[in-house]
């Protein structure tokens, strides 16, 4: 009796994750129809001769990104956009990051006072190209992430930055899109996230996609599964009602005045990227200002995937880990009518679809198992469970890529869509399953208080052997 109450608990909770994913599927279609239908030559041209274009310092964190950090620094300099720096924050890497950018970049060491409006750690050097002029190498001792983008703010001129990954690119009109909203609002706008995908397999030469492919293996073409679902749906939604708690920090554009008043970005967390929109939230809230943070959906940012398990597994548990420790530093929010609907609906969102939603799912699962093993169990309260699971993980993801197809070029060949159709199918089955355990493994951490951020190794961005 126990169990047949409890898989039908668990059938509820999906079925209301089904529910939000049915507004989530209406959100992006509406929002994503009105945007097909503007002239984006015509905007683009409109934002660059406007005279309130604000300028932006666009930092990249690099911790040994040696592989990939010249295909990023090519794609930062081609980059349409009336005023911008480009800032290389280099956080006491072992390898040769930074001898690589001096001498591909013919760098010479200049000497200007590094205003100190978050404290870091110390900054070495500071190196400016003679080949592109606004492109500059601060080097410093390693303090994490979150440092070296403090280090990056404190070295900015410009009011407004985005941090990049060292191993990403941008389209050449990505950071030109991803500031219309800030443009549009005249400042109301205080930060915004792009389209994140993945690149893994892409030809890549200088900075630019030359050709557009997939990964032929099936965990890197998961992931281009997920990331559609995640920013097509998820984030189009939240944005709508000013709900976005994470924008990623692979692409994202912030107020430095605003960032520089929430304290900068937090040392030591997980989840910076995170933990400073949490911030900046709370920020508004307390100011009552009526500013908003928005996710663009499309300004594209082009990052490379984990290629095997064993790093996937660390990628995934540190961003478990790291959501659950934004949320739990910031537990105050949650339900607390002061902070408005942040307070009121994203917060209890996050805790139980995203933080906690690892532990139910994989009991949905473990029912299934057992109602098929023990002939006491209530079988068809599985068979409903099992088909609300497959609705869950693959039938909205198919929706994501058919939407992207829809309304962007990134994957334009047919075969390509119906592969990654044919595929988000059987997520449930194999793909979902080991991204629960490395869910909980991350709230396991949590708990037990271990940092473990792991280490991502990187093949460099470009075409690989193994396209389609």
């Not at 407004?160 to 909203?181: A, H, Q, T, W």
């Not at 005045?257 to 997980?270: H, L, W």
């Not at 469970?385 to 497959?390: F, G, T």
């Amino acid at each position: 009796m126990i169990v047949s109450i409890l898989g039908w608990l668990i059938l509820i909770y999906v079925g209301f994750v089904i529910f939000f994913y049915i507004l989530m599927v209406t959100s992006a279609y509406r929002t994503l129809s009105k945007r097909k239908m503007l002239d984006d030559n015509m905007l683009e041209e409109d934002f660059k001769v406007n005279i309130f274009t604000k300028p932006v310092s666009i930092l990249v964190p690099a911790y040994n990104e040696a592989v990939g950090i010249v295909e990023s620094l090519h794609s930062l300099i081609n980059l349409r956009y009336p005023e911008s720096e480009i800032i290389v924050i280099d956080d006491g890497s072992t390898d040769d990051t930074a001898d690589i950018l001096i001498k591909k970049f013919k760098m010479k060491r200049i000497y200007r006072q590094v205003p100190s409006h978050i404290e870091t750690e110390t900054v070495v050097s500071l190196h400016q190209s003679e080949l592109h002029p606004k492109v500059f190498l601060l080097r410093k001792r390693n303090g994490g992430k979150a440092d070296a983008l403090n280090a990056g703010i404190n070295l900015a001129r410009y009011p407004y930055f985005c941090s990049i990954d060292g191993d990403s690119i941008l389209d050449e009109n990505s950071l030109l899109k991803v500031m219309r909203p800030i443009i549009a609002s005249d400042g109301k706008v205080v930060a915004a996230g792009g389209n994140v995908r993945i690149a893994n397999g892409n030809d890549i030469h200088l900075g630019s996609i030359v050709e557009r492919h997939i990964f032929r293996r099936p965990l890197v073409m998961m992931q281009i599964v997920e990331y559609l679902r995640a920013f097509m749906l998820g984030r189009i939604f939240l944005s709508e009602f000013n709900m976005v708690l994470i924008i990623s920090g692979a692409f994202s554009v912030f107020s430095k005045k605003t960032v520089i008043e929430a304290g900068g970005y937090s040392p030591g967390v997980i989840g910076e990227d995170m933990e400073l929109v949490v911030k900046v939230h709370e920020l508004i809230r307390r100011k009552n200002t009526g500013e908003r943070v928005e996710f663009v959906p499309e300004p594209v940012c082009w990052t490379e995937a984990p290629a095997t398990l064993k790093v996937l597994r660390r990628q995934r548990r540190r961003w478990s880990q790291g959501l659950i420790e934004s949320l739990w530093r910031h537990r105050h929010m949650t339900l607390n009518p002061k902070y408005g609907r942040i307070g009121l609906l994203a917060f209890p969102y996050f805790w139980l679809f995203e933080g906690f939603g690892a532990l139910i799912e994989l009991a949905g699962y473990l029912y299934i198992i057992f109602a098929f093993l023990a002939g006491g169990l209530n079988v068809e309260v599985a068979v409903l469970l099992m088909l609300a699971l497959i609705l869950y993980g693959s039938i909205f993801s198919s929706f994501s890529l058919l939407m992207d197809a829809w309304t962007t070029n990134n994957y334009t060949k047919a075969s390509h869509i119906l592969t990654l159709v044919l595929l988000a199918l059987s997520e449930t089955f194999w793909y979902r399953p080991l991204t629960l355990f490395w869910r909980i493994e991350g709230l396991v951490n949590f708990i037990r208080r271990k940092h473990v951020w792991g280490q991502m190794e990187r093949k460099g961005l470009g075409r690989g052997e193994t396209e389609s």
